[in-house]
């Protein structure tokens, strides 16, 4: 077996190696020379130090990595590593520091920002790792809920409860061999994060005596920890919506230099020392960071004597779960999946996983805190032991899967882990698909990734249909969306016209005297901002607030009346959906002179959910990051696609040439035949 680097047509690197640390220092290697740009600005992140060349706009972030401690966070999930995990990692951490200077050079945003390529720390995949998720599991949502309740009353706090608009999701389903045309088992899915360029996950294949795996991975950090296929096992994830950081309530005291926080068994001292951010055109900021025995104070703290502090399992357990990602390769059976998710900490994900000799596995892996219900849903006070901790919850729940099992967020397995959940549309339209044929092929998924089925469009379309006194524009507009297919595709006019009311609907809401009280948001950091802006969290929640749980004081058939006559009125001429849904991908170094991407089919609710924010924007800033199909009759005829390209450097010619196939909704084929792949040399 010759060791080295190959390449398919599409510069999606094949490595193999002689043994596990080769092979991962490698992958290191070949993710520090595609991504060099993009790891560089994760390891700065995790740092709280990305500001000091990406300038002011970068500094909120860095504010809030230094007082959530992401970096101490990850030294410390480190240093308890078991010894092989810790030389796994170490490998992978030296062939990123051998690759980023010859990665560096590629990469034009380094002359751009005046950014030197760093040394990566043994612990620095893991702060890589933390800052991904922080934020995943959507612990600002209890700022909003905070807000609710002060503003309005704790009893409308469920008027809103619906998936948040910076909330990660996935699609997943699997199909148990009887329900497919080859064999053997399909698993497919399609991750939900924002659309960033470079993408958030890197097609990658390790081989090495001991494994053969391809899959998805997420640059800087080694293995393939989400969706991944050994050959005889397949694994994938999504977000289990679970409900694992809770934040407290704190009373300060400083006194002599000294700062004490009230705990349940009086005043405790308060871990305290000052940091600085250096900012790119701009003057240094100081940073107080302080710890309770509760968490890091992510909110207040600097002279206030009340602040509000984050409690989360990475930090209390010292724990990511990195154990388990050498082991996932290692993986032949669902059981030995299921063995290593036995390390899982963070993120909390549904899994699911198929084998070749038709094992099946549907379960939730990772840590979810036992505490008391008020704990989930706001601000609790941290010196009432009412709401500590007490231990883990376990086991954690799992279900036989008969023919067929879907995840995509819903309330479902993971129910009794969480307060939110995405609504039910996806998944029910992902089973409706899947039970409407049978012999399944993994080329025919592409046509359940691809389903632009509105579900959550019902209750609006239904208050319309009542909609009585109307001009006759208004009206001959009302008819034209009750005909029309509730179908969100890129050409369909009828679609720009729904999209068009709701964003109206949405906006008559939001700026309602009603919810005038929200308005002003609380003087919380900047990072909270997406979770906090009443316009969004109307539009994420409007098929509830038309539906069953209107807001005292707005009358929904008066406001979607005025609506209709707002757009019909308004109307110049016919506008399609895709004109409207654009693809607008994060990027670390913006380009002042790109224009609005390419046209989108999907909405927020369909199975194919380009998300939009709807009242405030149609442009798309989060999507399928990936869509994959893992075939276990044959690993070749497993498919897979990406929104841009193998290659984070610009220009490149793997840098986007996947983009037309994942528009039109296709997957590529995934090479495993050694001879299709052209060999190449490391560089240096």
Wanted: glycine share 10%; aromatic share 8%; with cysteine.
């Amino acid at each position: 077996m010759s060791t080295g680097r190959f390449r398919d047509r599409w510069g999606v690197p094949h490595l193999r190696a002689d043994d596990p640390l080769t092979l991962v220092a490698a992958q290191g290697r070949v993710t520090a020379y595609d991504r060099a740009w993009q790891i560089e600005v994760e390891r700065h992140r995790s740092q709280g130090t990305s500001a000091a060349f990406l300038g002011v706009d970068a500094l909120d972030w860095d504010r809030f990595a230094r007082r959530v401690r992401l970096d101490d966070t990850a030294r410390r999930c480190h240093a308890v590593l078991d010894p092989a995990t810790a030389e796994w990692v170490g490998a992978y951490v030296a062939g990123v520091n051998d690759g980023l200077a010859a990665g560096a050079a590629r990469a034009p945003e380094f002359a751009a920002t005046g950014l030197r390529p760093g040394r990566w720390e043994p612990w620095t995949p893991l702060a890589v790792w933390l800052g991904h998720h922080i934020l995943f599991a959507g612990f600002p949502s209890k700022l909003w809920r905070e807000h609710v309740a002060q503003r309005l009353g704790p009893d409308l706090i469920e008027a809103f409860a619906t998936d948040g608009p910076a909330v990660a999701g996935s699609n997943g389903w699997l199909l148990a061999a009887e329900r497919t045309g080859t064999g053997g088992a399909l698993l497919a899915g399609d991750p939900h994060r924002f659309i960033e360029d470079p993408g958030v996950y890197q097609q990658i294949r390790l081989a090495c005596p001991e494994y053969d795996v391809i899959g998805l991975a997420v640059p800087g950090v080694p293995g393939i920890a989400h969706f991944g296929h050994t050959g005889p096992v397949a694994w994938a994830i999504t977000n289990a919506m679970a409900d694992y950081q809770d934040l407290y309530a704190e009373r300060l005291r400083r006194q002599d230099g000294r700062v004490q926080a009230l705990g349940p068994d009086g005043w405790q001292p308060v871990h305290r020392h000052v940091e600085t951010i250096e900012v790119a055109g701009a003057s240094p900021v100081e940073v107080e960071v302080l710890e309770t025995s509760r968490g890091p104070v992510i909110v207040g703290g600097s002279g206030d004597e009340t602040a509000i502090s984050l409690r989360y399992p990475p930090r209390v357990r010292a724990e990511l779960g990195f154990a388990a990602l050498p082991e996932l390769l290692r993986a032949r059976t669902v059981t030995d999946v299921d063995h290593a998710l036995r390390h899982w900490v963070e993120p909390v994900n549904v899994v699911q996983a198929a084998d070749t000799a038709g094992g099946l596995l549907h379960r939730v892996a990772g840590a979810v805190p036992v505490r008391h219900p008020d704990n989930g849903r706001r601000v609790v006070p941290g010196w009432d032991d009412t709401y500590t901790w007490q231990g883990w919850y376990a086991p954690m729940p799992r279900a036989e899967v008969v023919g067929r099992a879907v995840m995509a967020n819903e309330r479902g397995l993971a129910a009794p882990l969480g307060v939110e959940f995405s609504a039910p549309h996806r998944a029910r339209r992902i089973a409706e698909l899947l039970d409407a044929g049978r012999g399944w092929t993994a080329d025919d998924m592409a046509t359940v990734h691809t389903d632009t089925y509105l579900g959550s469009a019902g209750p609006l379309l239904a208050v319309l249909a009542e909609a009585s006194g109307l001009s006759p524009k208004a009206a001959a507009l009302r008819d034209r969306l009750l005909r029309w297919d509730r179908l969100m595709t890129a050409d369909s006019v009828d679609a720009a016209a729904f999209a068009t009311v709701r964003a109206a609907v949405v906006r008559r809401i939001a700026t309602h005297p009603a919810l005038a009280a929200l308005a002003e948001p609380p003087a919380y950091p900047e990072v909270f901002a997406p979770w906090l802006a009443v316009t969004p969290r109307v539009g994420y929640a409007l098929e509830h607030l038309l539906g069953g749980s209107p807001l005292p004081g707005v009358d929904p058939a008066a406001v979607v009346r005025a609506a209709v006559e707002e757009v019909a009125d308004a109307a110049a001429g016919p506008v399609r959906w895709g004109d409207l849904h654009r693809l607008a991908a994060w990027r670390a170094l913006p380009d002042p002179d790109a224009g609005p991407g390419p046209r989108l089919d999907g909405d927020h609710d369909c199975v194919l959910s380009t998300s939009s924010v709807p009242g405030v924007t149609h442009w798309c800033f989060r999507g399928p990051a990936a869509r994959f199909v893992w075939d276990l009759a044959r690993r070749t005829d497993s498919r897979w696609v990406v929104p841009l390209g193998a290659c984070g450097v610009p220009g490149h010619r793997h840098h986007d040439d996947q983009s037309p196939a994942w528009l039109a909704g296709e997957l590529l084929p995934i090479v495993t035949d050694w001879d299709r792949l052209v060999e190449e040399p490391d560089e240096h």
